[in-house]
């Protein structure tokens, strides 16, 4: 088994990778392999809703493609190779920093809410220098709640506070503490739905609502 996690943060081996790190070998402790995706320090365009994602193919499928070119397309073709996600950013002005929101956003629209994937465990990590980890670590998982995925819990949010890896680990022991238990328990959901036999719900097509209404003359 192996877990993909992507690092959002334009600092490829700032908090956030140490962070995802500490989970890592945790997985490792149990036989789980994790590949650590960095998703930040360059511009990604942003969703322009042109749809092409979501025509169908000649066999009927969506063509789930981006027709943004870049690493958003190179995800796609990794999910089917792992069997969990972690999404892990540091925090920009209270929220996800742009170019990691713009990749979730198409991600999730291409994949149609990450259809392949349901019902896999997931999580999300936040990191701050000092405040707005809340926020974003709960704009993190609505990216995961509403794809029918199992968000792993923990003994507090997965939030760590540095502004260098070395305030992080050097000074934050909860922090170090959530992310070897966040580790833990991603490895025992992984190993209890790899020992089940039960199969996921089968849904049927979703059905969408607009909230628009026509006005009365």
């Not at 070897?180 to 969408?208: E, F």
């Amino acid at each position: 088994m192996k877990v993909l996690a992507l690092n959002g943060s334009h600092n490829k081996e700032g908090v956030t990778y140490n962070a995802l790190k500490i989970v890592g070998e945790e997985l490792q402790k149990e036989g789980i392999g994790i590949d650590i995706l960095h998703c930040g320090g360059k511009s990604y365009a942003s969703c322009n809703d042109c749809r092409t994602c979501r025509k169908l193919k000649e066999d009927g499928n969506m063509a789930e493609r981006c027709v943004h070119k870049d690493i958003v397309n190179d995800i796609l073709d990794m999910l089917p190779n792992y069997d969990g996600l972690v999404l892990g950013t540091s925090v920009h002005l209270m929220g996800i920093p742009g170019a990691f929101k713009s990749v979730l956003d198409r991600l999730s629209y291409c994949s149609n809410h990450f259809r392949t994937w349901r019902f896999k465990p997931a999580m999300s990590i936040a990191i701050c220098r000092r405040a707005g980890a809340i926020p974003v670590f709960h704009q993190l998982n609505n990216y995961l709640l509403s794809s029918h995925m199992l968000v792993v819990g923990n003994q507090y949010w997965n939030i760590g506070f540095g502004w260098k890896p070395e305030e992080f680990l050097g000074q934050d022991k909860e922090g170090i503490q959530t992310m070897q238990m966040a580790g833990q328990n991603m490895a025992w959901a992984l190993k209890v739905l790899d020992a089940t036999t039960i199969q996921p719900p089968q849904h049927g097509l979703r059905v969408r609502t607009n909230f628009c209404r026509k006005l009365d003359a």
